[in-house]
């Protein structure tokens, strides 16, 4: 069991960076307390897997440190970090059984037979693998063999934290949310740390205690799915978490008041000032707009049935905004006005959330 | 769905094919065939035999000698070859220009003409003016490749090595490169030593391009003829003449076509029987 910190650090896949851009992770200080399961949720080449490689040791970053407990480990080599890793494609040992599968890491480090049979036995009943654990591991399903790469990480009773690199990525549908769901009671069972890279956010929602997410090299906000959802620290959160994504309409400010297009947007998190931004936006996600007698008048653009609610498309000028509205509701004739939820409208200055 | 319709011009379509194979392969191992049943005294004069050419080779103690030289030699090159060429693809690197260069000279050898490589040992190993026999003897070895028999194995042996190693170098690397770093990385992860991760990870990844090195260079070597007929013309005495160049001397030197027509076919039915037995015991595992 371990807590996890990341102290200045950066990393770069060139050897002379010189741009911002060339840097991969951009600089970061973090915590990962210990017993905790995070996601990491980002869009593909944000930097997590990088981010992940260097928690597990696969990769030396170019600048800061990695502590477990508070002790030293950017130069320690995987296998002595105490972490065991799930990656995205199934890693098994084709020509081994399951259990000798599952007995390789024991045996690389010189474990007794009789301990290893207990220890081995006792991790295949946890994943129900008992039945396949004489076969041939290269004749399981990719959910399978996921299990074997994730058993090969809990057999060993000194790590302390298991990394998945979106593990469920080659799994069927159907399958993946059984996998997830048994992620989840292991968590439960075992309270080792673990961290789950994802760009999907219902897995990194459902999995997670806390999701980080990332952008461009960036860790843009550390949460609760709730905490990404009602209060989305960067507008990048508000776009990527939620389907459809936050409405982010540019604005002006009169005192606290924002403005949209001249109209004022009456909100409970008045800026206290521009802060001397190039750039404000309101943010306010589909689910907290509603129509209104008056507010900011809108054409109607579109209409799609999502099941349960119906996505609006909405016009003014050149702006498009998007109405979440129940299945079969009553929705006005062309000229509409829709108003936003005082308390979920939020103001963006460069892109990250004021007050 | 059992409604096939019949459409007998389909014949047609497949009647190219057909032809073709029938020409390169079914027709000339017919005339083969034919000739290992009959007895000529030329004038295209023919007299049926039966198996009599087959008793006779297969009694002969030339055609043993020869098979067993043969056996000697494929055993003796399979043994260095296929684990030399997978040593080399282990080192040679994954990537960036230097693969590149790897690949170009790993492929040099093998754009050589057969009769060119044969030439080529033979100079080089000449013990008056080639490079290797003027340093082997300058060692104080006695060498002499003409006239020694142990000397012309070795250097037929070390030919075969230089000119078709790349091959299995080629396959063995092609092999290693369609392994996902990930399998590398669980493996450092699990605590594997360098043999282990060769041992559960590439060499079972390398086992389908291994398994077709090792037909091939079993077949290639097993009908070897031009290199050694040109560095050694099978000498000195008979001790290099392996079965392709003693075949010919039977069939084109003593036009012996009854008893060579004979021996072609036990020597195509040793090739077919042994390329099963190695396919068979490579994928033995694959079923499972």
């Known amino acids: ?355 | 769905m059992n409604n096939k319709t019949a459409y007998p011009k389909a014949w047609l379509f497949v009647l190219p094919v057909v032809a073709l194979v029938a020409f390169n392969a079914l027709i000339p191992l017919m005339t083969v065939v034919n000739y290992s049943v009959q007895e000529t005294f030329g004038n295209n004069v023919f007299f049926f035999e039966g198996v009599k050419w087959f008793e006779e080779v297969l009694n002969s103690e030339r055609f043993h000698a020869s098979l067993l030289r043969q056996l000697a030699f494929t055993g003796i090159i399979l043994a260095i070859e296929i684990p030399l060429g997978v040593a080399i693809a282990l080192t040679m690197p994954a990537r960036g220009i230097w693969a590149s260069v790897c690949l170009v000279l790993m492929a040099l050898p093998l754009l050589i003409p057969w009769n060119v490589v044969g030439a080529m040992w033979n100079i080089f190993a000449l013990p008056e003016i080639g490079l290797l026999g003027q340093m082997i003897n300058g060692m104080g070895i006695d060498y002499n490749f003409t006239q020694q028999p142990m000397a012309a194995w070795f250097t037929t042996i070390l030919m075969d090595v230089w000119h078709w190693t790349s091959l299995v170098v080629l396959l063995a690397y092609a092999g290693l490169r369609s392994i996902p770093d990930a399998y590398y990385q669980a493996a450092k992860i699990d605590g594997a030593s360098g043999w282990a991760v060769f041992r559960y990870i590439q060499l079972p990844k390398m086992k389908r391009v291994l398994t077709i090195a090792v037909l091939l260079r079993f077949m290639d070597s097993f009908m070897i003829y031009t290199e050694p007929f040109v560095l050694t013309g099978g000498g000195p005495g008979n001790a290099t003449t392996f079965l392709s160049i003693d075949l010919v001397k039977i069939a084109l030197g003593q036009f012996d076509l009854g008893p060579a027509a004979a021996m072609s076919l036990i020597y195509f039915l040793i090739v077919l029987l042994l390329s099963w037995v190695f396919y068979t015991l490579m994928m033995r595992d694959e079923e499972q």
């Open chain 1, 1 to 355: 069991m371990a807590r996890i910190s990341l102290q200045n650090l950066r990393h770069s896949y060139l050897d002379t960076p010189r741009a911002e851009a060339d840097w991969a992770l951009k600089s970061m200080n973090m915590d990962w307390s210990d017993g905790g399961a995070y996601a990491l949720l980002g869009p593909s080449g944000c930097g997590k897997t990088t981010l992940l490689s260097i928690i597990s040791g696969l990769l030396t970053p170019s600048e800061g440190r990695v502590l477990f407990d508070g002790e030293d480990v950017t130069d320690i080599p995987p296998d002595q970090r105490n972490i065991a890793q799930v990656f995205q494609f199934p890693v098994v040992y084709d020509t081994m059984t399951v259990y000798d599968n599952l007995a390789f890491p024991l045996r690389n480090r010189g474990m007794a037979e009789a301990d290893l049979d207990k220890k081995v036995r006792e991790i295949a009943a946890m994943l129900d693998l008992e039945d396949t654990l004489k076969k041939r591991a290269s004749g399981l399903t990719a959910d399978g063999k996921q299990k074997i790469s994730l058993g090969r990480g809990l057999v060993r009773s000194d790590v302390s934290a298991i990394l998945f690199d979106e593990p469920l990525t080659v799994i069927d549908p159907h399958l993946k949310w059984i996998l997830r769901s048994k992620l989840k009671e292991l968590h439960q069972r075992i309270g080792t740390t673990m961290i789950y890279v994802t760009h999907d956010q219902t897995e990194a929602l459902t999995f997670a205690d806390q999701v980080v997410v990332m952008h461009e090299g960036t860790v843009v906000q550390i949460g609760t799915p709730v905490d990404l959802f009602e209060r989305p620290k960067h507008t990048f959160v508000g776009h990527f978490i939620g389907s459809p994504g936050m409405n982010v309409l540019p604005c002006t400010l009169e005192g606290a008041t924002p403005y949209f297009d001249g109209i004022p947007v009456p909100t409970e998190h008045p800026a206290p000032g521009n802060g001397g931004a190039e750039r404000l936006e309101i943010g306010v996600r589909p689910e907290f707009v509603s129509f209104a007698e008056d507010g900011i008048p809108v054409e109607i653009v579109r209409l799609s049935d999502a099941g349960h609610y119906q996505i609006v498309d909405l016009r003014h000028g050149e702006h498009l905004i998007k109405l979440l509205a129940p299945e079969g509701a009553e929705l006005p004739s062309e000229a509409a006005h829709i108003r936003f939820d005082p308390s979920h409208t939020r103001i963006y200055a460069d892109g990250w959330m004021m007050g």
